[in-house]
């Protein structure tokens, strides 16, 4: 099945299927099928569309350190395509060799998201994108920076000629073309996907058990929903933050945004330990601990979030569900690109 996936995922990097290729992800038989189904079609916004050239571009520029402002990483640097496009740091480490504020979150199905950053700061991918560009503590660039990157780099600049002819070097420019490279980041097909489509023995009798409680009686399921496990919303789960507030530094008077974060997508989920948006927690069944626990009491604390009385087996169940949404072994090199 590794093998598939692989062959599979490479003609799809290599525009030789088109997402159609993929339709046995969509071919859905009943309500649960569709709920949990990626959709077939990635979406672009309309001021942006899609363009092979920029795709090209955004992909070449994704992985170029020379992008940053002193040459020394590289967007993968941080979202690294083995650890499913995230690291296994609590805090990330900028291109001055400084640890940022959060933790680096996964670009995984962002095309479908809403706002962007664990406190939902960007309103787009292109700003967000934007963002990690610019910020003198993450990559440094300016457009002085860029400049002297594209006439270093032949294949830097033939390709920036190619997606915006006849245009000057822009930082904003190269943030559309490395946002359409994130939105090819569809996650791959996972175990729990060829159950759902009617595969039984995809995954193991604890991992079904495991979901029925994740939809069940331990809630996940009531934010982390949808095919990409997310309701895209923010919530306070419990988590210590310190003297973060997450979204409510920029809500103050709203209670339960205070210490509220984005639920984040749980495909690949395995692959990124530790959790959180600062990385306190170090595993999955630590995770589970804290849920079960009920988290930290406060007036902002959601309300779906209270002590859940699971069992020593029925949390190790959910682990292994959440297991297996992992299309991919750790270490692995698939390039997840799709358009
Ligand atoms: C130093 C590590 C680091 C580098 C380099 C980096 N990022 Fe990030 N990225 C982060 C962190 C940390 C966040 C969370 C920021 C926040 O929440 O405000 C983030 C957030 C994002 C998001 C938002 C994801 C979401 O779902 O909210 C996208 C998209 C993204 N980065 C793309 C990129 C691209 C493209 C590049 C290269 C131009 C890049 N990043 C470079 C660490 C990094
Ligand atoms: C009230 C909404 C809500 C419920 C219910 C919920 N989650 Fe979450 N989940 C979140 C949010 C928000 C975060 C991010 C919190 C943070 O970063 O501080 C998160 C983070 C996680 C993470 C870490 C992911 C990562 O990349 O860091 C895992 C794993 C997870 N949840 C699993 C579960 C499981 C399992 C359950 C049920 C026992 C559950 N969640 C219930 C909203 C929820």
Known sequence: MRLRTASLMAL?????????????RTMSTGPRHIQYATPAKIPYPANDPFSAAKLALGRFAFYDPQLSGPGTIACASCHIPSLGFA???????????????????????????RLYGWEGKYPSLADVVTGAMVNPMNMAVTT?????????????????????????????KMARALATYVRTLVAPPSPFDRWMQGDPNAVS???????????????CGVCHKGF?????SF?????????????????PSSIKLQRAFKTPTLRDVALRAPYMHNGSQPTLASVVRLY?????????????????????????????????????PEGSLEIQSRR
Do not use: C
């Open 12 to 24: 799809v990097t290599f525009g030789l299927i088109g997402a159609g290729g993929l339709a046995f």
């Open 144 to 172: 002085h920076s860029l400049r002297q990157a594209m006439a270093q780099e032949p294949d830097l600049q033939s390709k920036y000629a190619a997606a915006f002819p006849a245009k000057a070097p822009s930082v904003d």
């Open 292 to 328: 079960n626990k009920g988290g930290i009491k406060r007036p902002s604390l959601d309300e779906n979030i209270h002590p859940l009385g699971l069992t020593t087996l029925e949390q190790s169940d959910i682990v292994a569900f959440l297991k297996t949404l992992t299309s991919y």
């Open 228 to 232: 990409a496990f997310t309701d895209r």
């Open 205 to 219: 009798a604890g991992a079904k058990r495991g979901f029925k409680l994740f939809e069940g009686k331990a809630k």
């Open 235 to 251: 919530h306070d789960i419990g988590v210590s933050t310190g003297n973060d507030l997450g979204r409510g530094a920029k809500f």
């Open 87 to 113: 690291d296994h740091r609590a805090a990330s480490l900028g291109a001055m060799g400084k640890p940022m504020a959060l933790r680096t979150p996964t670009l995984l199905d962002a095309a479908w998201g």
